[in-house]
């Protein structure tokens, strides 16, 4: 009896929660009201233990890759389907609870209670979604908003155990009866009343999210138009390489809409440029508040084509990406500073609540250091760090924070987000190369002889790429060519043609660094300090 009525408990929860959930979507879609499910989600990765976390983005990474699924296109899209699933199942577990606790005190409905538990659970998550949420809207409104829907949701959820639950249950087989109609005829209306809201919500939020996304889109890809030089038959510094990539590989240089992103929270953070004011303080005698202007005329801008990659990528990651940056010297900023005594850090701040540490000899050593306003020529993408990041050359993606918002000199080392999570302090990139395609659609003719042409990726930061090379069957391994790269600082393109051969093989690729130094062949998983080894594909050859 009992586990009926928890079971009868969940059902109500996870129907109701379902509807209010497309309810909160398509307010905060169409008024920027806060969406609840987004804001817990990312309140707890903040405050769960850093293993926990890694090991929900592993297992998800992992079940992307099982399926075939392009992590870098989708896994944003999957990290917001858990935040919704994790506060469905938290709308199930009050669900239950409340059914539970109802029949234990033998009561057949309280609109008081439901009251109860709609604000006991709504309040909690009332209090992190305003500390945490992006919308603009005015606290006071949205708090308002939020305990109005639960305190619907909790009356519901009453209204649900009133005709779902009789206590005690009559002993006249024929009252059974009717109660049993009528407990189906109300779960048929429950379940058709707010599976028509959730689709409708969901529906018209999606519609209005898509319509924001294409607008977003539009404006910034609009100008988003590399910059040639006059006359310049290609924008491109490699244009009159002989060596062309493969068709299959991925572009040379990635569109900006295309971009792999990479952040911690379900969406990405917006600032405001008109009221963005850098500060940076601490050991300075020079303490400064600047402006994006001041970062664009202050200082001598520097452009640098930049392969930046994510650590949580796998052998053959699509977590990867090449394009122009542009900004200035992190050591330009540093000079107007006047450090003091002792300074030896820049604790670096971002409006999503990301923190990493650079170390001030490292700007020092290194001039390429920048603090990235633009990319491709436009100021930065809002969903790549606008108005501010810093790219540091050598690194991966979790040590150069976006969406910059404080800098403080510090002499005392504090360890970065990630670093506090168990991933690897330096971060240094491990040399990797990749196999895109195996082009058996676009054989080679050559007099009687036929090449199947293979093509691919190399990267090794800035350490520069001298070598690839491609082995079939676990042959010799062969030499492939080397398109010359965009800088020193982006991946390689290379190219082998194989001669042909019918059958099902394996390919695999190895390279080395400019100064020698092999890719490490050894199988290693991403974490702590980023993947290593020999990535392979399986093609079938026909005549």
């Avoid at 952040?263 to 500060?279: G, K, M, N, Y």
């Avoid at 000199?409 to 395609?437: C, F, H, L, M, P």
Wanted: negative net charge.
């Amino acid at each position: 009896m009992k586990i009926r009525i928890i079971a009868l408990g969940a059902l109500a929860g996870g129907l109701l929660t379902a509807a209010l959930t497309a309810v909160l979507y398509l307010a905060n879609q169409l008024l920027n009201l806060p969406f609840v499910p987004f804001d817990l989600f990312n309140w707890v990765t903040r405050v769960l233990p850093g293993d926990l976390v890694t090991f929900g983005i592993d297992t998800m990474i992992n079940i992307m890759l099982f399926l075939g699924v392009n992590v870098a296109e989708s896994a944003k899209t999957a990290e917001r389907i858990s935040a919704v699933l994790q506060f469905m199942a938290l709308g199930i577990l009050v669900g239950a609870l409340y059914f539970a606790v109802m029949s234990w005190r033998r009561s057949n409905g309280d609109r008081f209670a439901g009251l109860l538990v709609g604000a006991l659970f709504g309040l909690p998550l009332a209090a992190i979604s305003l500390a945490i949420t992006q919308s603009d809207v005015f606290p006071v409104l949205s708090l308002a908003w939020i305990i109005a829907a639960f305190l619907i949701w909790g009356l519901a959820l009453n209204e649900a155990y009133a005709h779902l639950v009789r206590i005690p249950e009559p002993e006249d087989e024929e009252t059974r009866l009717v109660l049993r109609r009528d407990r189906r005829r109300f779960l048929i209306q429950l379940g058709a009343g707010t599976a028509l809201i959730t689709i409708a919500g969901a529906g018209l939020g999606t519609v209005l999210k898509r319509l924001e996304d294409r607008r977003t889109l539009a404006e910034s890809t609009d100008e988003m138009v590399h910059n040639s030089e006059p006359g310049a038959e290609s924008p491109f510094p490699n244009a009159g390489d002989p060596v062309v990539p493969v068709p299959g590989t991925r572009p040379e240089y990635t569109p900006v809409k295309d971009h792999y992103k990479v952040f911690i929270q379900t969406e990405p953070t917006l600032i405001d440029e008109a009221s963005w004011v850098l500060p940076i303080t601490g050991l300075v005698d020079n303490p400064q508040m600047l402006t994006l202007e001041d970062f664009k005329t202050r200082w001598d801008s520097i452009d640098q084509y930049v392969t930046l990659s994510c650590i949580s990528g796998r052998i053959g990651t699509s977590l990867i990406s090449t394009t122009q940056w542009t900004g200035v010297s992190a050591q330009d900023v540093l000079a107007d500073l006047g450090l003091q005594e002792g300074a030896q850090y820049l604790v670096i701040t971002s409006g999503d609540g990301f923190y990493e540490t650079v170390d001030i000899d490292l700007i020092m050593s290194e001039p390429r250091i920048m603090f990235c306003y633009a990319w491709d020529g436009n100021d930065l993408p809002k969903d790549h760090g606008f108005p501010l990041r810093i790219w540091i050359p050598d690194r991966y993606g979790m040590k150069q924070p976006k969406w910059i918002t404080e800098i403080e000199v510090t002499a005392e080392y504090q360890e970065g987000y990630w670093v506090e999570r168990n991933w690897d302090e330096v971060a240094q990139v491990k040399t990797t190369s990749v196999i895109d395609t195996v082009a058996v659609d676009h054989l080679i003719e050559d007099g009687d002889q036929r090449r199947v042409p293979i093509g691919g990726i190399a990267f090794s930061g800035a350490r520069g790429i001298s070598a690839v090379q491609v082995r079939v069957d676990g042959g010799e391994w062969q030499d492939a060519q080397l398109r010359s790269p965009l800088s020193e600082t982006t991946w390689v393109i290379w190219r082998y043609e194989w001669p042909f051969e019918e059958g099902q093989h394996l390919f695999e690729v190895r390279c080395r660094e400019l100064d020698g130094t092999p890719q490490i062949e050894e199988q290693t998983d991403n974490r702590p300090s980023g993947a290593t080894g020999i990535d392979s594909v399986e093609a079938t050859i026909m005549g």
